[in-house]
Each structure stands twice: as structure tokens, then as C-alpha cells.
Nanobody
């Protein structure tokens, strides 16, 4: 069973920075992509950033230019560097790993971490 363990959340003032980490229990190359999603109180979970096996990154418009996703393949870890944080970035951040199973019936398997809370407040 795949395990994803997040760390790095906490309380930060507006304009500050945090770095989230997500450690996977197996090689990150076993996944088609990994990424970060977030869920604010009363809102649906939304994509923040993803990175594919090939290193292609994708960001939500709301975080472009402020957040950066990266990975350390030797440590099976994905990071989310968050700069210029705003109160609206407050949410529980979840690590995601996705596998596409190709066969007669192809399907996608999503794995999730338990989440780490990021609070941006003065």
C-alpha cells in the first residue's frame, strides 16, 4: 500500500514562506504524476501544482509565480515551496500520487496523504 507523508505546514504571516514536503513509500517514478491539492474550510479540494514523471509542472493560476513544485528522486520526496503567502492560501494541503493503469480497461488510481494545515494570518 502506497503511503504519502506530508510535513512542513504551520502558521505564517502574510508575505511569508513555507516549504511542504511529501515523502512516498516507493519510488516516485512508479507514479505518472505527483502533486499538491488544497482544501479550504467550506470549499472543495482544488489542484495547486503537479509534476509528471518527465518533470513537467502545472500550477493553478492563483499560485503561479509564488509557488514552486520540485522533487528529490533519491529521497522519493516532492516539495512545494510557497512564497508570498496570502490569507487565501490558508487550507489543508494534501499530497497526491497518481498511477494510470493501462490495459483492456484503463483506469487511474489516486493516493493521498493525510494533509498538513497551512494557516496564513497576522
Amino acid at each position: 500500500q502506497v503511503q504519502l507523508v506530508e510535513s512542513g505546514g504551520g502558521l505564517v504571516q502574510p508575505g511569508g514562506s513555507l516549504r511542504l514536503s511529501c515523502s512516498a513509500s516507493e519510488s516516485i517514478f512508479s507514479f505518472n504524476s505527483m502533486g499538491w491539492y488544497r482544501q479550504a474550510p467550506g470549499k472543495e479540494r482544488e489542484l495547486v501544482a503537479t509534476i509528471t514523471t518527465g518533470g513537467i509542472t502545472n500550477y493553478a493560476n492563483s499560485v503561479k509565480g509564488r509557488f514552486a513544485i520540485s522533487r528529490d528522486t533519491a529521497k522519493n520526496t516532492v516539495y512545494l515551496q510557497m512564497n508570498s503567502l496570502k490569507p487565501e492560501d490558508t487550507a489543508v494541503y494534501y499530497c497526491n500520487a497518481r498511477k494510470q493503469v493501462v490495459g483492456s480497461h484503463s483506469y487511474v488510481v489516486d493516493y493521498w496523504g493525510e494533509g498538513t494545515l497551512v494557516t496564513v494570518s497576522s
